[in-house]
């Protein structure tokens, strides 16, 4: 089965830029999706298609895709954006699958 | 306002049977797929399955496949996720989304914690 792998924690300061990555066989021929999820809280779609915004997500969440991996970057990371961070592959093979998850930590 | 309110939660035996509900409200529930999400305590997040409200027409993770079943009724514009027996690797929490046209979970449910336990 299709597997995506992320980082298990990224350390970020106030202000500063986040990089987390998902990666998998082929990735970049794959549409993906990018999830925050604060604790006890349902998951939220940040990122579409690679690198569209659903309204009402901040312009500092970017998303890109190539090759073999795909990366979200939070720029002018705020301490809001502490939470746990999930990749996703959409085509028709992987429905879906979601990646390992990143916890993301601002110090 | 979209909305996927979700049944509440679940302490269940196992080998016990269990189908929990999510009422979906705010949009044409034939034209949009209806997903699960598995999300075990402290671990990640597991796609389950898909239904089309309009033909039923279902997918399955291979994860997950003839372990649970998913359906819709019309009628009360609702999905359910179904166990026959359950099992204490079961217990988790079980988020409802709406996939988008566009690809991705848009909305998702408050999520409906299932415990398995003897």
């Known amino acids: 089965s299709y597997e995506l792998t992320q980082p298990p924690s990224v350390s970020v300061s106030p202000g500063q830029s986040a990089s987390i990555t998902c990666s998998g066989y082929n990735l970049g021929n794959k549409y993906t999706c990018w999830y925050q999820q604060k604790p006890g809280q349902s998951p939220v779609l940040i990122i579409y298609q690679d690198a569209k915004r659903p309204s009402g997500i901040p312009e500092r969440f970017s998303g890109s895709n190539s090759g073999n991996t795909a990366t979200l970057t939070i720029s002018g990371t705020q301490d809001m954006d502490e939470a746990d961070y999930y990749c996703?592959?959409?085509?028709?093979?992987?429905?879906?699958?979601f990646g390992t998850g990143t916890k993301v930590t601002v110090l | 306002e979209v909305q996927l309110v979700q049944s509440g939660a679940e302490v269940k035996k196992p080998g016990e049977s269990l189908k929990i509900s999510c009422k979906v409200s705010?949009?044409?529930?034939?034209?949009?797929?209806i997903g699960w999400v598995r999300q075990r305590p402290g671990k990640g997040l597991e796609w389950m399955g898909l239904?089309?409200?309009?033909?039923?027409?279902?997918r399955y993770s291979p994860s997950f496949q003839g372990q649970v079943s998913v359906s819709v009724d019309k009628s009360f514009t609702s999905a359910y996720l179904h166990w026959s027996s359950l099992r204490a690797s079961d217990t988790a929490m079980y988020y409802c989304v709406r996939r988008s046209t566009d690809g991705g979970f848009d909305y998702w449910g408050q999520g409906t914690l299932v415990t398995v336990s003897s």
């Open positions: 996703q592959a959409w085509d028709s093979s992987t429905e879906g699958v």
């Open positions: 705010g949009y044409s529930f034939y034209t949009y797929w």
């Open positions: 239904i089309y409200p309009d033909d039923s027409e279902t």
